[in-house]
């Protein structure tokens, strides 16, 4: 199945400012995450990565992190924001389509926050599909798994579900590790999200 990103929808809505998924700040979860030692070092990639944020706060010597996003607007706020901080040379934003883009070396993390749900359910397949790619064997994926609440229908966000996501990643070969409801979800999402964290398997 191939799809076309509606590139100028996305970019239309950072130039107008609305962008109510973007909280401002880092997603709590990836803080707690990172000050924990519980995420995985190497080469890591966040798709659809808006404004950034977590981003800069998974970079460090040990994790370098790619943020992916197809606006123009939103990678140019994101380097313009953030070139300057003290750990830049440990991330890098790029403006690049998630289901084209071929990187020189594949991810040992890749969390996705804001982006299954941005996709019609019949694209899902080739969601999947690229993320299987795109991780090296034995790499994680961590899914922030958002709206799992029947009250959003689409368009983005479209309604998740935990099936949804197994239906999808086991047959591919991930393992999941672990799927607990997020505790830390902000202000109205509390209670409508999950963290769920999928190994793939090593060859």
Not at 184 to 202: D, F, I, Q, Y
Request: charged share 25%; with cysteine; proline share 8%.
């Amino acid at each position: 199945m191939d799809i076309k990103v509606p590139y100028g929808k996305w970019e239309r809505l950072w130039v107008e400012g609305h962008t109510k998924w973007d909280l401002g700040e880092a997603t709590p979860i990836v803080v707690h995450l990172c000050e924990t030692g519980s995420l995985p070092n190497g080469r890591a990639l966040i798709p659809g990565c808006g404004t950034g944020y977590d981003v800069v706060v998974m970079a460090n010597p040990d994790r370098h992190v790619v943020g992916l996003d197809i606006s123009k607007t939103s990678i140019e706020r994101s380097t313009k924001m953030f070139s300057s901080l003290p750990n830049s040379k440990h991330f890098s934003f790029l403006k690049e389509d998630f289901f084209t883009w071929e990187p020189t070396e594949k991810f040992d993390l890749i969390f996705d926050y804001n982006f299954f749900c941005a996709f019609q359910p019949k694209v899902r397949p080739l969601w999947a599909k690229r993320m299987h790619e795109l991780l090296n064997p034995g790499g994680e994926l961590i899914t922030l798994m958002f709206p799992l609440d029947d009250r959003f229908g689409g368009p983005s966000p479209y309604p998740v579900s935990v099936s949804a996501y197994e239906e999808l990643l086991v047959p591919l070969g991930f393992e999941v590790i672990s799927i607990v409801d997020n505790d830390l979800a902000p202000g109205p999402r509390k209670g409508t999200e999950k963290v769920g964290r999928w190994k793939k398997k090593s060859m």
